[in-house]
């Protein structure tokens, strides 16, 4: 039998803006310390990536779901980027230009399989780029954020109660020189995402939680589904 499969695409605050089509995502672990510290981490001495392919991605009016027979699927609260043009061995000004909105999401983790996974020495894949394990904001276009990236704040409140918060000064590596970084590694094209990193407070999801992620003076919800 055939399954449908539905082509993810990402989508703008603002619905006149131009659809991007959805690619890779390109994330970035231990990006604050205080995060590297709560799971008893060293901080990496340069920036820890790993990826998540395209069908990992889920808007936020979709809801959350995860494979439960995994165990504990954790949150990571996350500024994310929208490439708009290709990069490749990038300087910084390249990078900046390359950006064309930015948003928060969900680097949705499951926990335990990753820590049965990091000890056995395994690549973290099962616990981290299954099919809706990155959940997305719409993207707010370049020209109606700060310029000031890294003077953006974040944060995610669970059925009412601050959860996470998150400020972009505190990155251990800013998000140019991220960009510049994976482009030196991997070559980002147009609709391709970078997630930042998460600060601390990761915690686990449960069953009709209801999130309010914050970005700026900007709110978005999304849910985790019954299952
Ligand atoms: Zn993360």
Redesign the pocket.
Known sequence: MTQTVQTPSHYWLDPKACPVPAGKVV???R?YVAHAQELGHAVPDRPLLFMKPREAIRRFDEGIDWPEQEGCCHH?T?LTVLVGAPLCKANAEQARDAVAGIGVGL?L?LRDLQDRLKKAGHPWERA?AFDGSAVLSPFIPVSDVNPDWQSLKFGLIVNGMPRQSGDARLMLTPIIVLLVEISAVFTLMPGDVV?T??PEG?AALQHGDQLELQLDRRSFRTWVRQP
């Open positions: 994330c970035v672990g990006n990571e996350e680097d983790t981290k997630m990193g998460t990761v």
